[in-house]
Each structure stands twice: as C-alpha cells, then as structure tokens.
C-alpha cells in the first residue's frame, strides 16, 4: 500500500510541477528550459534504468549513445540539409549498432570492467569528435541554423520542443511498463534472479541483455537529437561527455534502478533541486555536485531500490517488525503455560 | 635520431616509475578487497594539494612534507574504509562502484569550492636543475620522484613478502575463510590494505607538486592512465603494475612526441578496451574477470 501511494505521489508531483510549469512556460522560456530538461534527463534515466536496472548492465558510456545522436542529426541537417527527423532515425540506428558492438564483445565481462570498456568507449568518440574537424569542427562544437519549422524541428517557441521531449518521455515509459510484462521483461527478471537457472532454461541472457542495451541505446541517442535542436549547439564535450553517462547513472540509483518510474522521479527530484540551489552554486560552484554525491553515497548506502523502493522497503520492514512481534508473543504465552 | 628516442624512452621510463607507484595502491585494494576504486585519483588530487598547503603555508620542501603528508593519506584512506568501503563489501557490483565514483564527485568539487579550479603549483628553485648523461637530459625532480617510487615500491614489496601483515593481507584476497580460520582478522587487513593504498598516494602526491601543477579534476586525467596500467599488467598483480606503468610511461611519452593529436590518446583507450577483451587478465593477472553474476 504506501508503496502504491509512494507511487502515486511521484506522479502526481510530476504532475503538478508540469501543470505549474505549462502555465508559465508561454510567458518565461526560463520555466520552459526547466521542464525542458526535467523531461530530459527523466527519458535518458529512463532508459539508463533499461540497461542497468533491468539487465544489469554497469554502464558508464551512455553519453556514447548521446553523442552519436547529437551528432547524427546535426551533421547530416547543417551538411547534408536532411531533416533532423531523420537524423535522429540514423543516430539511433547508430547508437544501437554501437551498442550491439559493446555488446558482443564485452558484456561477458563483470561489473566493473564493463564500466570501464563503456567508459573508455565515450572518450575514444570523445576524443575522435575532437580529432576530426574536418567532419566535426572538432572541439569548438556545430551551431545549427536553420528557418523554424516542422521538418527543420527548430520552433521559434520553446514549449514545442517541451512538447516534443516530454512526449518521448511517455512513450519510452509505456514501452517500459509493457516491456516489463513481456517476455523479453521476464527473461530479464529471471536473468537478475538466478543467471545460471535462466540459462538452464533456455534462455539466452546475453542476447536478451545486448537487446536491451541497444534499445536503451537508441533512445538516449534520440533524446540526444532532440536536446541538441533545443540547445542548437553540440559540441565533443557536451555530446560525448562523460559528465552525462555519469549523472543519468546518478539520478537513475538515486530514483531506483530496478523500478519503472523511479528514474523518473530521481531527474525530477535532482534538476528541481538543482534550481534550488542554484543561487547558492552562483558563489560556490560545485556545492550542487556534492550535494547529489551526498544523496548518491547515502541511497546506495541505505535504499537499496531507490527512492521508489522507500515504500517496499518499510513494508518489508513493518511486516518482519510484525513476525517478530507474533513470534515473540507466541514464545511469552508457552513459556508463561510451560509455568503454570 | 637515436638519441632522442634514447631521450623519450628515459623520460617514459621515469614518469612510468610514477605511474607505477600510482597504480600500485589501485592494484593492491583489488587483490585484497575485490573492489576498483574509482575515487583513487581524487585521493592523488588531495595528496597534491596537502603537499602544496605544507609549501604554501607552512614552506615545507615538498619532499619533506611526505612525512606529514603520507601518515594524513593513511588515515583518510583507514576512515574512508570505515564509513564507505567496508558496509558495502558484500554489496553489487554496481553498489562498489558507484559508491567510490560518488566520493570522487564530493572530493574533486568540494577541492573546487576550497580553492577553486585555478591551476596550483610549488615552484622549487631546484626543480630547474638538469643533469645531462651522455646527451640525454634527466630532470632532478623526475629523477627523484622515479627514486622515491622504487624505494616506496620495493619497501611495499618486502612488507607484503615478508612480514606477517603482508601474508595476512594476500591470504585475505586469496582466500578470506581460510585465513579467518587460520587466526587472521581479515577486517584489520582489509581497513590497512586501503590505508596502505591511500598512503602510497600520500608519497606520490608530493613527488608529482613540483612537476605538475594540480587543479580539482587532476585525478580523472590519472585515473584513467592508471586503468590502462593496471589493466595491462594485470588487476591485483604487482608485478603488473610496475610492468605496466613503466610500460604505459615510455609508450604515452614517444607516442605523444610523434603524434600530437586528440587521436593518440584516443588510440591509448582502444588498447585498454581491446587489452580487457582479448586478454583480460593482463600480463601477469590473477583476476577473475569474465563469468557469471557481472552485476
């Protein structure tokens, strides 16, 4: 039950931040940038939450899959004037054969070391997207410039880009909420229960585990498109950046990795408290950062689901308070009809 | 021509010295523990920094402040166990790994709001000193640090061969039940092993002030240097961290004189990812990479 209000609330806080923020998003682009973002980073935790909540997957190259969706789309709209719509096709097609690659070759690798391939992954595009500027202006970054309209995706008002994200946001949770009661979803349950039971039964997990690695790919890449006509600007280091396959990472754990809407809640919960703090981050840059290190260190100390599981968590705990109670009650009567 | 290959690899030879003591602690927590701290640069950072507050502050020689500053290392890397590491020992991979990478966020920016991200340094007059043998140049600051780094290496060496705190702290990564059953509180060899690794970098900190300045990030530019040294020589092997560091010393130095581009580092993170998928265990590694459970 309070897992299921817990639940509720998160959505309903969603919601209400939305409602207030739609309101003011015609008048101040400030709120609209907000949102922006929120629904932003909400998507990528989202699909963060695929790879490494559901399959298990110790990512730190997710901005790999940013980067190539950025790129995509910007390069081929300012040089090749196709659209950005199909830019962001190609850059997610690209993201998941990336992915795949990774797949195939390191996903037999524990924990750590595949965080460190992904890791070294985002810098190699990091470092070639600077190395080449004959094909990406290399460190300076692309402007993207165009006339506003629908197949450009550049709109003179920044709610449809608003729009836009937080549409994608609903239709990657969907996905997820019926990924999960399909049969990719259970063979992914019975992979993080028992990998060896899994495999006894057929299953074979590394494949199910690239699929959902190259579908959480190519949804970040897309929101990479997607930012990048919002910001019209790229560059190696805002696409390709490390900084961002790290904070997807940290709003996913702290949310709940594991849960559908966790992620959701954890990028809702950080950019709100990053606006908060923002005053303060004016004269000391930096103290936003520790402040989500803090959260970071102490969710993975003391919530093992997140935020999101607080619910399941105290549940368990109530009905284990409870046996325990019973159990003792049932000790104190024998003992006390043993006396007599 | 040949002499300044001669020149590159003797300048290879001495930063691979200290990269090597670098890696050594990273390598040391992983046989013993099981665990890649990520947050391993971020504690060289702070080691840099307390050397350059000895010499700004209290004008304390940097070489000399490593007695000041490797016992503060130890005990910061002892408390860091206590609270950090040890509850999440048994934990997840992904628990392990973003617990160190957490820590590293609060350190590097809580070094930004201390003294923000200009660029520190410690400027010895005797950091200019060059000494010239048979054409090619050696500085004496890299001279010494590479000095330092075999003596602090061979002293690591003889503690874990000899004495009964190294047996004690092998036998806890070989086998933790069989040394408890045999009388060793693995507890105690696990809280001096991350010590230990800490310590070392109080030693290196120091040595590296006179030559690099420091800044907040320095740590993610080592860290990720010292990936590829481990990963070369081998996780937990210490063998592979001297081999590998003086390897990886000489190879980013001629390579960086040949080829100067973003593209030659690229290459050095190539070799790291195809080392960990052809051959993950490295040159001379114990470890257990591939298998079951990656989570």
Known sequence: ?340 | MSELLAQLVVSGVLLGGLYALISLGLTLVYGSLHLINFAHGDYLMIAMYLAWICFTTFHINPYLSIVIVTPVMFVAGVLTYLVLIRPVLRSAHIVQVFITFGLGIIVQNVALIAFTGEERSVDLPIARSVYSVGGVKITYTALVAFAVALAAAGLLYLLMRYTFLGKSIRATGQNPLAAQLVGINTNVARLITFGLSSALLGIAGPMLIPIYSTYPTIGNDFILIIFIVIVLGGLGSFRGAIVGGLTIGVVQTVSNYYLHSPINQALMFLLLILILVIRPSGMFGQARLVGSGGR
Not at chain 1, 36 to 45: D, E, G, L, N, P
Not at chain 1, 89 to 101: E, I, N, T
């Open chain 1, 1 to 340: 039950m309070p897992d299921r209000l817990l639940r509720a609330a998160g959505v309903v806080l969603v919601l209400v931040v939305l409602g207030f923020a739609g309101q003011a998003v015609a008048v101040n682009s400030y709120y609209a940038t907000v949102v922006f973002s929120m629904c932003f980073w909400a998507t990528t935790a989202t699909a963060y939450n695929l790879s490494a909540g559901y399959a298990g997957e110790l990512s730190l190259g997710h901005g790999a899959f940013l980067g190539l969706g950025a790129y995509s789309s910007t390069l081929l709209f300012t040089r090749g004037h196709i659209s950005p719509w199909l830019g962001m096709l190609v850059g997610a097609a690209l993201a998941s054969f990336v992915a795949l690659v990774i797949g195939v070759i390191a996903i037999r690798l524990r924990g750590p070391y595949f965080a460190i391939v992904t890791l070294a992954v985002v810098l190699v595009f990091n470092l070639f997207a600077a190395g080449l500027p004959k094909l990406t202006q290399g460190a300076i970054g692309v402007n993207i410039s165009g006339k506003p309209s629908f197949a450009n995706v550049i709109f003179t008002h920044h709610w449809a880009y608003v729009l836009l994200m937080f549409g994608l946001l609903v239709l990657v949770l969907a996905g997820l909420r019926s990924l999960v009661r399909s049969r990719l979803g259970y063979q992914l349950a019975a992979y993080r229960e028992n990998e060896d039971a899994a495999r006894s039964l057929g299953i074979a997990t590394t494949r199910v585990r690239v699929v959902a690695l190259m579908v959480s790919a190519a949804v970040t890449a897309v929101a990479g498109s997607l930012q990048v006509q919002f910001i019209q600007f790229v560059s190696p280091d805002s696409a390709f950046s490390v900084g961002f396959s790290v904070q997807v990472a940290l709003m996913a754990i702290i949310g709940g990795l594991g849960t559908v809407y966790g992620p959701v809640l954890g990028a809702v919960l950080i950019v709100y408290l990053g606006q908060l703090l923002q005053p303060l981050v004016e004269r000391l840059a930096g103290l936003d950062q520790v402040v989500y290190g803090a959260i970071l260190i102490a969710v993975l100390l003391f919530l093992r689901r997140g935020i999101a599981g607080l619910g399941r968590q105290l549940r368990l705990r109530a009905r284990l308070d409870r046996a325990w109670e019973a159990g003792a009650a049932r000790f104190a009567t024998r003992v006390k009809d043993g006396a007599s």
